[in-house]
């Protein structure tokens, strides 16, 4: 079993950065998909942004220019870069890591609220 361990939420004024991270209990290269999604209240939970194993990444639109995923592989690390932040940003983030056969490992979450 995969462990996913999240950090770097809290709380920040609109423009602001964090910077979300996902340390996983195996190494990168075991999976194939490495995703951030985020629940805002009353809305469905939707991806963020994604980075697969041969390095292409996507980003939801709301989020482009903006949000910028990427791996430290000697860490085993999933980071999110969120700058300029937005009131309509706020909600609990989670990684999701999947693997090659079908395994997929979500992390517990971590709350980003954006106000002034």
């Known amino acids: 079993q995969v462990q996913l361990v999240e950090s770097g939420g809290g709380l920040v004024q609109p423009g602001g950065s964090l910077r979300l991270s996902c340390v996983a209990s195996r190494t990168l290269f075991s999976f194939k998909f490495m995703g951030w999604y985020r629940q805002r209240p009353e809305k469905q939970r939707e991806l963020v942004a994604s980075?697969?194993?041969?390095?292409?990444?996507n980003y939801a639109d709301s989020v482009k220019g903006r949000f910028t995923i990427s791996r430290d592989n000697a860490k085993n690390t999933v980071y999110l870069q969120m700058n300029s932040l937005r009131p309509e940003d706020t909600a609990v983030y989670y990684c999701?890591?999947?693997?090659?056969?079908?395994?997929?490992?979500w992390g517990q979450g971590t709350q980003v609220t954006v106000t002034s």
């Open positions: 999701d890591l999947r693997g090659p056969m079908g395994d997929d490992y």
């Open positions: 980075l697969t194993s041969a390095g292409t990444t």
